[in-house]
DNA sequence: TTTGTCGTTTAGTATGTACTAAACGTAGTA
DNA sequence: TACTACGTTTAGTACATACTAAACGACAAA
């Protein structure tokens, strides 16, 4: 490697953690993310070793949650017992797989809380009836925001068959 | 308040504090937010004492991240010296408010790191050739997914301008 | 089988942070 | 002035978690 290259690209790295923990990941992750992706080769478990500074451990950890979510690629060479890695470089698809992950998780079951809540409610006949029409009343409301984003995000998560010409048509409404 | 809603609310108020720290914010904030969502009246830093368990600094430090995110308003009584709290019910206003905070302060470092360091590559002759390309064109096609990010959240931004419609424009071409 | 080279897992550690408890500052009230 | 009722700030604590170091397991080669 260029020895000219290098600050600038240990400068990237260093700006790829801060986003990463920014976003509540672990910095690890931004700095393995960005050696991969300035790199022209996969790379090996040693040598995301040798450049980021962690260790075995946290790169091994990292590196299953970075393919988890889609932003890296695991790429087997025949005949080599190493596993590579290289960066996923389509961004879109990186998010759409983002939210797939982050979907299942945590929002179904925010979602369902508030879905439950509101049946409950209205099962609850003889209860404080005004009250009760103002938690219906907020719930709902809070429910119909959800489903918005909801629906944003599905959508965005069947962007690919949707072409990219779609993106230039929602950016077109809203610039 | 009536015992039958009670547990009901808590259910509730339990699953933002996941969603909350879900998101990387103090669960705290969750919980403040939940019951004032689901509070008719606005409620002092004491009642929210009461009501989340919390002690009054927690609250109050809470709060004020919560002030600053838009998701809740401070509410002033003449001849009251207590500050009372409600929350926000304009979700979208709050979502464009939350995106303000966030933009300002990490993404655009982001942004402006790659910026830089693109300049400064570009700037860099002599350097190996075909790496400086390569860096080139990686950092240069996320710095385009940045601008992309960056329009769509400066769009949502100006919404309120835009109007409802456009957000309904915009779930009709991704629907 | 033994040996070496992998990736994974585990136990321990350090760091950040959200919280509690209590002191504090401030502004109305007697 | 002293007193009271607030919200804020600070010092300390508990907890979560991302990491290191090292043991472990799997697998291919000798």
Redesign the pocket.
């Known amino acids: 490697m260029d020895e000219t290259l290098e600050p600038i690209r240990q400068n990237f790295v260093d700006g790829m953690s801060g986003i990463s923990q920014f976003w509540g990941l672990?910095?690890?992750?931004g700095a393995i993310f960005a050696v991969l992706y300035l790199s022209p080769a996969p790379l090996?478990?040693?040598e995301l070793v040798e450049e980021t500074?962690?260790?075995?451990?946290?790169i091994?950890?990292?590196?299953?949650g970075l393919s988890r979510m889609g932003l890296i690629r695991p790429v087997t060479r025949l005949?080599d017992?190493?596993?590579y890695y290289e960066a996923e470089t389509d961004f879109y698809k990186a998010v759409r797989s983002i939210l797939k992950e982050r979907q299942s998780s945590e929002f179904d079951r925010a979602v369902s809380s508030v879905r439950e809540a509101i049946s409950k409610l209205e099962a609850s006949a003889g209860a404080d009836e005004s009250e009760r029409a103002f938690l219906i009343e907020r719930l709902k409301a809070l429910q119909s925001f959800f489903d918005a984003l909801d629906t944003l995000s599905s959508a965005v998560m069947r962007l690919d068959s949707l072409g990219m010409a779609t993106i230039q048509n929602v950016l077109k409404i809203l610039k």
């Open positions: 672990p910095k690890g992750m090996s478990l040693d500074g962690l260790t075995k451990g946290a091994s950890t990292n590196v299953r005949a017992r190493k596993d």
